[in-house]
């Protein structure tokens, strides 16, 4: 079974730029959700798809991110226009609907605003 | 505000000695509590988890333990070795589905 994808892996955008960011979730996995890491601190919610319908936006910093589910299979966070600041380690994980907590990460995408 | 404080932030143990890392949280509406260990350049990856109507739960040389009252939580690794060596990460989270509230994470190093 493969496991949750993220793309690209490394992004290096100047500030006042666009990035998306694309996420592939377990085949199956109803709960999407987006989280960050800035510069080593905790990893910090973002947003939380199910199916396609945001569940809970409350991480979502400001809006210049905006977050959609196509057809509740993969998800893109689109950020623009980049700030300094946005710089940091963006992870996806996905669960079952409705068969506990365990969540399944991708690998992250790193990005880098300069 | 953070929810759930790690510590320590780094954390150096020799080959076969104990790791200890502790966590304490403030909401008393949590009700799952796992661990994650990172690599680098990889996800985050559950290790193991606790449900606060248990004062312990063992996996291998991995256990948890669980002090409701005084809303803390650790994570002891047993006869820890060089491939131990990894990120860990504290979580809680209540009712599921709903998002992770994450530590600040603990780097671990197991000498040779």
């Known amino acids: 079974e493969a496991g949750v994808t993220q793309f690209p892996s490394h992004s290096v955008i100047e500030k006042g730029q666009t990035v998306t960011l694309r996420c592939d979730?377990?085949?199956g996995h109803d709960n999407l959700y987006w989280y960050r890491r800035v510069m080593g601190k905790e990893i910090k919610f973002l947003?939380?798809?199910v199916k396609e319908s945001k569940q809970d936006e409350s991480g979502m910093p400001n809006n210049r991110f905006l977050a959609e589910r196509t057809g509740g299979t993969y998800s893109t966070?689109?950020?623009q226009p980049a700030?300094?600041?946005d710089s940091g380690v963006y992870f996806c994980a996905s669960s079952?609907?409705?068969?506990?907590y365990e969540q399944y990460f991708g690998p992250g995408t790193r990005l880098t605003v300069t | 505000q953070q929810q759930v404080k790690q510590s320590p932030q780094s954390l150096i143990v020799q080959k076969g000695g104990i790791s200890i890392i502790n966590c304490a949280y403030e909401n008393t509406a949590f009700d799952y509590f796992p661990w994650y260990q990172q690599f680098p350049g990889k996800g985050p990856a559950l290790l193991i988890a606790i449900r606060p109507d248990v004062s312990e739960k063992k996996e291998g040389r991995f256990t948890i333990s669980f002090?409701?009252?005084a809303k803390q939580f650790s994570l002891h690794i047993m006869d820890s070795q060089p491939g131990d060596s990894a990120t860990y990460f504290?979580?809680?989270s209540h009712n599921a589905g709903n998002m992770l509230t994450f530590g600040g994470g603990t780097r671990?190093?197991?000498k040779p």
């Open chain 2, 90 to 92: 504290c979580a809680a």
């Open chain 1, 77 to 79: 966070l689109k950020v």
């Open chain 1, 47 to 49: 947003l939380h798809f």
């Open chain 1, 25 to 27: 979730p377990i085949s």
């Open chain 2, 108 to 110: 671990l190093m197991v």
């Open chain 1, 83 to 85: 700030e300094l600041e």
């Open chain 2, 67 to 69: 002090n409701k009252s």
């Open chain 1, 96 to 100: 079952i609907q409705g068969l506990g």
